[in-house]
């Protein structure tokens, strides 16, 4: 029985009237935001289906619309996925060159998988590389490279696949940019509540230029993507998980009404969480890729404890920060950081079982004494015989690549700021050829050279629609709280606010793939709420539905229009010329 008293217990739903600045505000429009019932402030129910009258609209029977109801969970982010995969896919292995930086990275890949560890290549070895790849031998002299071997290692199972070619070195990098994006629809739908929101997050990845050009690119950072989208994904469902054992745990009044329970609420063991261990294995190989995944490793690690006070709270703990940090911290901990560290260290195994590595024997013959500097910063010399050989030699490899990150000041002609990343200020250009007249795809008609190029540059329309969508998750978060929108800002923080740490650094604007997905459900938030909150007339949602349809045909429309200088399809320099908007992306 609902209670009408004025200090109805908590997780009841009451009558009492809103403040008198709430009513005064009706007439504006304003409506009072409900209280959910207990469980569904846990654990929100889906988004329900399109009524009869809709079905009926298309002619579609209501056994069919049952059916399509109950495949669209998967169905919906599947076929996104397959729109995603043809365009990843196709002529995967043009242009047939080694573009940008898969000259190390392809090279590097190829080293790892038959021999274990990176050669120094010849410098002029890349035009005999594509001329005929069988007549070119690994070399067995060490080579030293600045990042983890993790992504490398992916690279060079896909050669072993499909050879030392442009697209069997490209081919696993597509694999996961596809991936990423059926994860993205799932993604999506949890955080939103909504299989179409979820499928359009998906979509709108699909039709990002920037993802697209890295999908068909031999480069780590779109393999450091996948597995921070990956981790994000399982904290996501674990948050859901561990939020529905604390809703079952709590007690059930005679009306079947889930009621708080403070003590309960503080002393509750949530249990093994598995969700929680593959998001520390994904960060894990998120950090065997590339350096900065962990910034993610640290920001998602304190994103889930967050989660853990917030769902404590919610069941009335009375000091939820005291149980989380009795109760949660330490499997979180555990559960996360030695588990990533591990997976660090166990991607570093092909170096561990030769004797030929760079640096690998570094230890030996130095009567245990410690680096001579930790992180590029010189120490004293003490004993460290009780350390095993292999891992003081790894931890000095790795004091001086960090030395070398940091000291990475030399100019470059596509280095970038990155508080111009988020306007598209510096594009890369990692292909780019002028064929003439009657060559390669250029018309005998054209009086010019035409021009052929592969441009890292995100969908203009998204980027610059992502700039107004995070100041809008912005004000979700800081002024409604919404968690939602937390969690969006989390993966951009995580992805992009270190890089204005080392704005001396030579660094690039393809780094920001990695907080591309995070880009895309900050726009479907924003789409979201111009379709409308729950219980909008018709009218409004019709208004809403032409507003946010024309923000997306606008947003695959601009993806078709850039589509040559994504794929390095031959055209007529005007036409090339046409597609610079910026004076800086040429």
Not at 89 to 107: C, H, M, N, R
Not at 272 to 285: E, K, N, Q, S, V
Not at 506 to 526: D, E, G, K, N, R
Request: charged letters at 20%; glycine letters at 8%; one cysteine or more.
């Amino acid at each position: 029985m609902t209670s009408t008293a004025p200090h109805a217990p908590h997780g009841q739903a009451t009558h009492e009237e809103p403040p008198s600045w709430q009513r005064r505000l009706r007439r504006f429009g304003h409506v009072p935001r409900r209280q959910a019932d207990l469980r569904d402030r846990l654990v929100p129910p889906y988004v329900r289906p399109p009524g009869p009258h809709l079905w009926s609209m298309l002619h579609i029977s209501p056994a069919l619309a049952d059916r399509l109801m109950r495949i669209a969970p998967w169905g919906g982010p599947l076929l996104v996925t397959l729109v995603a995969a043809l365009l990843r896919f196709w002529q995967l292995g043009s242009p047939k060159a080694v573009i940008f930086d898969e000259t190390y990275y392809a090279k590097d890949a190829w080293a790892l998988v038959n021999q274990g560890y990176e050669g120094s290549w010849p410098k002029d070895i890349d035009k005999r590389l594509l001329a005929n790849p069988d007549l070119v031998s690994v070399p067995t002299d060490p080579g030293y490279v600045v990042h983890p071997p993790a992504g490398k290692w992916l690279i060079g199972w896909g050669e072993q696949l499909f050879g030392f070619t442009p697209f069997g070195w490209r081919v696993a990098v597509a694999v996961l940019g596809v991936l990423s994006i059926l994860i993205l629809c799932r993604i999506g739908r949890r955080l939103f509540r909504s299989t179409f929101l979820g499928c359009l997050a998906g979509l709108l990845l699909a039709v990002d230029g920037l993802h697209f050009v890295m999908s068909r690119t031999a480069l780590l950072d779109q393999v450091l993507m996948f597995f921070v989208l990956a981790a994000f994904g399982c904290l996501l469902v674990d948050r859901d998980h561990s939020r529905r054992r604390l809703a079952d745990a709590l007690p059930v009044d005679a009306d079947g009404v889930l009621r708080p329970d403070a003590r309960l609420a503080e002393t509750l063991r949530l249990g093994l969480r598995p969700w929680r261990l593959a998001a520390g294995l994904c960060l894990g190989l998120a950090f065997a890729t590339k350096w900065s995944g962990l910034y993610t490793l640290v920001v998602f690690c304190l994103l889930t404890v967050v989660w853990d006070v917030a769902a404590r709270r919610t069941a009335s703990a009375r000091h939820p920060y005291k149980a989380v940090l009795k109760r949660d911290v330490l499997p979180a901990f555990v559960s996360t950081v030695p588990v990533a560290l591990l997976t660090y260290l166990a991607s570093w195994t092909g170096w561990l079982v030769t004797d030929k590595g760079y640096f690998r024997d570094w230890a030996k013959g130095r009567e245990g004494l410690s680096p001579d500097r930790v992180l590029g910063i010189p120490l004293p010399q003490f004993d460290m015989s009780w350390v095993p050989e292999w891992l003081r030699s790894l931890w000095h490899y790795e004091s001086e690549v960090y030395s070398f990150h940091i000291q990475l000041t030399s100019g470059h002609t596509y280095e970038s700021n990155p508080w111009s990343w988020i306007v598209l200020g510096r594009p890369v250009s990692y292909f780019y050829e002028s064929p003439g007249p009657g060559t390669d795809g250029c018309p005998v008609t054209e009086t010019e050279k035409c021009a052929r190029e592969v441009l890292a540059l995100g969908t203009p329309m998204l980027w610059w629609a992502a700039a107004f969508a995070l100041l809008y998750v912005l004000y979700r978060w800081f002024f409604r709280r919404d968690w939602r929108a937390g969690a969006i800002l989390a993966g951009v923080v995580a992805g992009w606010l270190p890089w204005f740490l080392y704005q001396e650094r030579t660094i690039f604007f393809f780094y920001a793939v990695v907080f591309v997905p995070f880009l895309c459900l900050a726009v479907v938030m924003m789409i979201g709420a111009i379709l409308g909150p729950p219980g909008s007339d018709e009218r409004r949602r019709a208004v809403g539905a032409i507003g946010a349809g024309v923000l997306v045909l606008l947003i695959i429309w601009n993806f078709i229009y850039f589509w040559p200088i994504y794929t390095g399809t031959t055209m007529p320099i005007g036409e090339w010329r046409h597609r610079m908007w910026l004076d800086t992306w040429i």
